[in-house]
């Protein structure tokens, strides 16, 4: 009985080691191999901002950074179809889900700064934005960043986009007195300006493209870009083999056409200029 009992034990630890081997996401060292071996992935993106990520009741995400996730996986998985969970991964939150597991990538506006890169190793950039300023369509008084003097601006959680105009260099840019009002993330800074709670809302261009042309008419952009937002991809630190991979798939993405598609499939009718080539990679260290 004692001899059946242990071969018994010695199937079952086989049987384990054998589940680990075809996908169990614990065995993979790195994001790079979960994709080649599960061929599964998790992966972090907005789920509230228009043209960038944006879920809509049980479906998927959808937008641009969703659609370069899309194409920057499949790379990774030497052109085959991969498994995508979707994690809604706000501003706020990005580093701890890396960090904790929850996510293995991260597309969501993840602009790459020398105070995240202590905690985060980022691919990329594969987009360069802008900070520009958001304020309603009949507002008077707001024509470019520097009249955000004294003004009722958003401070969104997680986000330093506010800092770009309160503090002076090298951590800021304007270093302008301005109020700040707080909201959990980019959504609710929209509805606060709609609301008149806010005289204006300043981040990212192609995220104020995406909110402006939610409801054409209703809000401007000022075009008076005084920022170069890096968007990275976000990568549980160390993880340089992945990193590698990704900027890899990145220059291909630009190279093939791809990355133009996918800015003019989501911001064409916005008259954004656009660029022609990948931004020169950060570097994996």
């Given at each position: 009985m004692q001899i059946r009992r242990t071969g018994a034990v010695f199937a079952m630890a086989a049987m384990a080691a054998g589940l680990a081997a075809c996908g169990g996401g614990d065995s993979y060292t790195n994001a790079l191999e979960k994709v080649k071996?599960?061929?599964?992935?998790?992966?972090?993106?907005?789920?509230?901002?228009?043209?960038?990520?944006?879920?809509?009741?049980?479906?998927?995400?959808?937008?641009?950074?969703?659609?370069?996730?899309?194409y920057v996986v499949k790379e990774l998985a030497g052109g085959q179809d991969v498994k995508i969970t979707w994690k809604e991964a706000p501003s706020?939150?990005?580093?701890?889900?890396?960090?904790?597991?929850?996510?293995?990538?991260?597309?969501?506006?993840y602009s790459i700064t020398e105070a995240r890169k202590p905690k985060v190793t980022f691919g990329g950039p594969y987009i360069i934005a802008h900070q520009d300023t958001m304020v309603r369509a009949d507002a008077a008084g707001i024509a470019k960043a520097t009249d955000l003097k004294d003004k009722r601006i958003c401070q969104a959680q997680g986000s330093n986009s506010y800092k770009r105009i309160t503090d002076p260099p090298p951590d800021g840019k304007l270093g302008l007195p301005a109020k700040l009002v707080g909201a959990s993330n980019y959504s609710e800074c929209v509805q606060k300006l709609s609301g008149g709670n806010l005289?204006?809302?300043?981040?990212?261009?192609?995220?104020?493209?995406?909110?402006?042309?939610?409801?054409?008419?209703?809000?401007?952009?000022?075009?008076?870009?005084?920022?170069?937002?890096?968007?990275?991809?976000?990568?549980?630190?160390?993880?340089?083999?992945?990193?590698?991979?990704?900027?890899?798939?990145i220059t291909k993405m630009w190279q093939d056409g791809t990355a133009k598609q996918l800015l003019e499939k989501w911001y064409g009718k916005t008259g954004m200029e656009f660029p022609t080539s990948a931004p020169p990679a950060e570097g994996c260290a």
């Open positions: 071996g599960a061929k599964e992935i998790t992966v972090g993106t907005k789920w509230d901002q228009p043209s960038i990520g944006l879920k809509k009741g049980t479906a998927d995400p959808e937008g641009f950074d969703v659609d370069v996730a899309k706020s939150n990005r580093e701890a889900l890396l960090q904790n597991g929850t996510v293995d990538i991260i597309f969501a506006t005289d204006a809302v300043t981040t990212d261009n192609l995220i104020l493209a995406g909110f402006s042309a939610q409801e054409p008419g209703k809000y401007k952009l000022l075009n008076d870009p005084f920022t170069d937002e890096k968007y990275g991809v976000g990568l549980k630190k160390g993880d340089k083999a992945t990193c590698e991979a990704v900027n890899a798939a």
